[in-house]
């Protein structure tokens, strides 16, 4: 089955980093807002930024959060993570920090997304349901190579463990 893929990422510093998991083509990726999209979006204020996500996830089977160095807490990820788990699609993270960016920069890890949300019923973390992946390797090219051989597992992998819950 073709899975397609809302890819989730904290725009600024990590916009370059996100092209290129987005790029791979191991699954079809949500259309990348222009920047000049994006800030007509932001204009109309939060109803409009979440009715935004809301039509970006429509159709999604899975949410593929790319963590950098600032994405966890981040208001709008955490919308979109809260809102592709209640949704019942497949959520996964992938740390980027080693990827480079544009001027050929790497960064550093940040913290877990995940860990910020717990399960009504269980009071469980997400963090323990919701896997990160953080590819063993230092070099950008080893990371990339990594990501792409892997990700269509991932995808998998977070769409069955989602329905199991």
Known sequence: ?????????????????????????VVEGNKPAADNDWEAVKKGGDAAIQAWIDGQLHGRSVAVVLIGAETAGRKWINYEIAKAWNDGKGVLGIYVHNLKDSAGEQTTKGANPFEEFTLNESKKRLSSIVKAYDPPYSTSTNVYKHINDNLATWIEEAIAIRAAY
């Open 1 to 25: 089955m073709a899975r397609k893929a809302f890819y989730s990422f904290h725009y600024k510093p990590d916009n370059w980093r996100a092209s290129q998991v987005r790029n791979m083509g």
